[in-house]
Structures are given as C-alpha cells and as structure tokens.
C-alpha cells in the first residue's frame, strides 16, 4: 500500500486500456500458388515454361558421368529441393520440390510447395507418378542429400518408395569437368562462370529454412516468393548445364584450357583416348601445361607409345616448379620401356624426393650396373 490506500494493482486498474492493434493480416500460400484439386489431392502446384529442349546424347551423358549403366534420356526428370535443414535425418522436411521434365518438345519447370508439415502425401504421390514417367533422374548432389531425404519422407509417410531410375549427379560431373578451373564447385558458381546466369534479388541458400519457419509462424509469404525463385532457377539451370557439359564434351562449344584438361581426364577414365588427346591439344595452351603435358605422358605409356610419353614428360618437366616425380617417371621409362639406361641414370639422379630413399638407392645401384 502507498499513501493513497491503493495497490498498485487497484491503482493500475483504474488506467484506461490501450488501443488494441489489428493483428496483421495473415496470407495464404494460396495467393503465391493457386491450389489445385489433383487425383492425388490438393497440391500447391505452379508450371511455368522452360523453353525449346535440347536433345540430350545418351552416351555423351553416360561418359561425363562415368556410368556404365546405358542411360535412357528420352524422358530425363530434373529434380531440386528446398529443406528446413541441411541436416538431414527424419526431421527434415522437403517444403518445397521442383522439376523439370520434357513435354512435346518443350521444358515444363513444376513447383510444389508444402502449405505446412503433415501435408507431404499429395506431393510426395504426385512426385511418384513423375518418376514412373522418367527414364533418368538428374541432380545436382542430389544422390547424397535431395534424393536420400525424399526417400526417408515417403517412409515416415508409410508410402512405397517410387520405383528406381538411373541417377545422373550433375555436381560430379561438373566437378571432374571444371575442377582445375573453379576453385567452387557450387551451382551459384557454375552459373557465373560458366553459363553466364547472374540472379538479382536471390535470397541467400542459408536463409531458406528461416523463411519457411517465418511463414509457419505469421503467414507471411513475401519471402516464400523469393524462396519459389530461387528454387526454380536451380532447375533451370540444371538443365543449361548439362547442354553446356554435352555440348563441351561433343567439341561443340569452345572451353578454356583448364576446362579442357577436365574433360581429357573425364575422357581417359571413360577410355576415349583420342578424344582425350584432342582435349590436352588445347589444355597445353595455358596455364595448366604442366598437367596436360603429364597426362599426355600417361596416355602414350598406356598406348604403348613410349618415344611420344617421353618427349610428353620432358615438356612437363620444363613448366614444372617440382620435377622430380616426372624424372621419376622419365626414369622408369627410359630403363623398362626404352633400355636407355643413360639417360634412365641422369633422371634418376634427379628424383630422389619422389622416392624413399631405400628404393632410390636400389634404382641408383642397379642403374650403376647396366
């Protein structure tokens, strides 16, 4: 009590009520995507065109992704998601799938969007039906992290998994293809520097969860937009960038040096080697000469050319900063393949940091004695 007599609670009773705010409006997904009434239930789906396809060659894919499985491209589903986490695990949702697929010869980009947890059936039967109308599957990292958490979201929802197709994983590709040349392997990468797709006004990947988590909370669906955005540009330019390795890998569309010593390595692993050959042509030109010219030696060895795998090496040697394991190699040749032993012995002398030194010493000796 104070002197009036009061508590303050009497006290603060007495005090007119303040002006009570309107709660803010709270939007529905259904003003960013119209719901539409499907055989599989109501889906929050959006279509938009992704232009003139381009045929896609099976066993120019097939070798840029190293498969030996014979890849069927005639009905590819490109597919993308957007994720309340990078964690994973079952309580990781998908709010958000996009694809692309090939429709009477034109690219048909789908979104669908989750209008909040528990609602997966619908999206997760419609994508289902997709699948079953695909030949092959494209991602990018999708083997390890899109594809596994779908896979987990049709068994916590007690639905059968959609039936199994090739899956082509475009950031392998693209990261045996450009790894000498882009120090990220990112797709907001790849876009800048390869496919000159530059986004304005894109929201931060990191943020995508917090907004998905926003609009849990208040409704609001003015980031979501940007979320849609972002999420259809991944797809598209899934699509670009396997015109673009295709198109590279065809020698169709001309690539930087450090572009084409990627491809020579994808082509030698494939065992295309005149392909690879072509490739190293250019890769010499620039400034990854000492790689080319050191894989050019390992394709005439394998071939038996050994007077080309040499004259190969000694190329690289000259634009090398650390030559001992290429006089290693020169070493080697020349004492097993070539029998100069001569020459075996001056390159030997030289690449004892590339060996133990037991080993050196026993291929100094031995070289001594011939």
């Not at 705010?21 to 992704?50: K, M, Q, V, Y």
């Not at 937009?225 to 396997?242: I, P, T, Y």
């Amino acid at each position: 009590m104070n002197g009036s007599g009061l508590s303050i609670a009497a006290r603060l009773a007495h005090l007119p009520m303040a002006p009570k705010r309107p709660a803010p409006p709270r939007a529905r997904l259904d003003t960013l995507i119209e719901p539409r009434e499907t055989e599989f239930g109501t889906l929050h789906l959006r279509e938009s065109d992704g232009g003139l396809a381009v045929p896609v060659n099976t066993e120019s894919l097939g070798a840029l992704a190293l498969t030996e499985t014979t890849l069927d491209t005639s009905r590819p589903l490109y597919f993308d998601t957007e994720t309340t986490g990078l964690a994973g695990g079952t309580g990781t949702l998908a709010f958000l799938l996009g694809t692309a697929e090939v429709r009477d010869g034109n690219v048909l980009v789908s979104q669908v969007h989750l209008p909040g947890p528990g609602q997966e059936r619908p999206m997760l039967l419609w994508l289902a039906s997709r699948i079953e109308e695909s030949t092959l599957l494209l991602s990018f990292n999708g083997r390890s992290f899109d594809w596994p958490l779908l896979r987990s979201r049709y068994v916590m929802n007690r639905l059968p998994p959609p039936p199994e197709r090739p899956h082509v994983d475009l950031l392998h590709c693209a990261r045996r293809v450009f790894r000498h040349h882009l120090d990220q392997l990112k797709l907001s990468t790849l876009e800048k520097r390869v496919l000159d797709v530059h986004r304005h006004g894109d929201i931060d990947g990191a943020l995508i969860p917090a907004a998905w988590f926003d609009f849990l909370r208040t409704g609001r669906v003015a980031v979501l937009a940007r979320v849609l955005s972002h999420n259809e540009q991944d797809v598209r330019s899934m699509v670009h960038l396997v015109n673009r390795l295709v198109a590279a890998w065809e020698e169709r569309h001309p690539v930087l040096p450090a572009t084409a010593l990627g491809l020579a390595s994808v082509a030698a692993r494939h065992g295309d080697d005149e392909r690879a050959l072509r490739f190293l042509n250019k890769a010499t030109e620039g400034n990854v000469a000492e790689h080319a010219w050191s894989l050019e030696a390992e394709l005439r060895r394998r071939r038996g050319e050994y007077p080309q795998a040499v004259e190969a090496l000694l190329r690289a040697v000259a634009s090398s900063s650390e030559p001992a394991p290429l006089h290693l190699r020169l070493a080697k040749l020349y004492e097993h393949r070539l029998r100069n032993f001569e020459a075996a012995r001056q390159h030997a002398a030289l690449c004892a940091p590339a060996e133990e030194a037991p080993s050196h010493a026993r291929r100094n000796a031995r070289l001594a004695e011939r």
